[in-house]
């Protein structure tokens, strides 16, 4: 059965009770993992004993860690800049921790520069709660980079440069590697390509480099984005076993203008979704993800309703998909 993982800091907290108390059990940490300039190996944040300590204190709380998002430093890698073996060589070091300490899951990210691109973060929705959203001619004007124009074909040839030098020390760590798709999944962005946006490439990403560990982050939200059946999509993907990591959430629109949404009012049917995923016997964890910002919600944590909200939800049909 599909677990459900909440991503929260390894901290106490009232949002942490909450989720304890809702009986999530999993945890994915989206910790920062720049390098520390100057800092001992040991004190890098990606080292055996800091991820062993952030590990320790989620099961403190109650919690396995089930999923490693943070990311270090790869500009260079995606670039192809010098200084790039440097770099992989800190994400193989990573993956060597991980598997140490059984962490099984690495989410990666392959957007160069830009990264994930909102346009607005206070976008009216259902009775007055607020999304993000992407509007691309709202960037009409902008010019290139400092980099420039950066090809398709340059992207593969790094991509492909990186997964034949971490895929291996994934296999020896035994640590699943799930890349996240470009977000928004449109190519390309002030002259950057970005690779990761559409099903014909990830098919490409998973047969590049051809291992039982590299994978996908399945971020339903970026998906439903490329295909009008998402649960094809995942059916597609989760026969091959190529499925690591899902981000179970939903937009409204198209890769060029989209909001966010409640997990009950965007545009896909996340009931076949959860079929498809019961289908291919996926076993691995889920997290919801981009919350609505919702109007009575004055916590610290302004997402902590909506939080509240998602998890009752897919636990709700959770329940109703694996028992028909």
């Not at 691309?136 to 040839?157: F, M, N, R």
């Not at 016997?281 to 509240?308: I, S």
């Amino acid at each position: 059965m599909i677990k459900i993982a909440i991503c929260l800091p390894p901290e106490p907290s009232l949002s942490m009770t909450m989720m304890r108390q809702c009986g999530v059990e999993y945890a994915v940490c989206h910790g920062g993992l720049e390098t520390i300039p100057g800092a001992a190996a040991e004190d890098q944040p990606w080292s055996l004993s800091s991820l062993r300590s952030v590990k320790e204190t989620y099961e403190a709380l109650g919690l396995e860690l089930a999923v490693w998002e943070g990311r270090p430093n790869m500009e260079k890698i995606k670039l192809g800049l010098p200084g790039r073996d440097e770099e992989i060589e800190v994400v193989c070091q990573m993956l060597r921790n991980m598997g140490e300490l059984g962490i099984p899951v690495w989410c990666s990210m392959w957007m160069p520069i830009l990264g994930v691109m909102r346009t607005s973060f206070e976008i009216p929705t259902r009775a007055g709660a607020r999304v993000s959203g992407f509007d691309h001619a709202a960037l009409a004007g902008e010019p290139l980079t400092e980099h420039g124009v950066i090809s398709e074909d340059e992207q593969w040839e790094n991509l492909r440069y990186f997964l034949e030098r971490t895929v291996p020390a994934a296999e020896r760590a035994g640590v699943k590697m799930a890349m996240h798709p470009d977000d928004p999944p449109l190519s390309p962005i002030r002259g950057v390509a970005r690779i990761m946006s559409n099903l014909d490439n990830y098919q490409r990403l998973v047969d590049l480099v051809p291992s039982e560990m590299n994978g996908i982050g399945l971020c339903q939200g970026n998906f439903a984005l490329m295909t009008d059946d998402l649960p094809a999509a995942i059916r597609h993907f989760g026969g091959q076993g190529k499925i690591h990591f899902v981000h179970f959430r939903d937009v409204r629109g198209t890769p060029d203008n989209f909001t966010e949404a409640f997990h009950d009012d965007g545009q896909t049917d996340l009931v076949e979704c959860m079929r498809a995923y019961r289908d291919i016997g996926y076993e691995g964890v889920l997290r919801p993800d981009h919350y609505p910002k919702m109007g009575d919600d004055d916590y610290a944590d302004e997402h902590c309703m909506a939080r509240l909200f998602a998890v009752g939800y897919l636990k709700g049909i959770r329940e109703s998909v694996y028992t028909e």
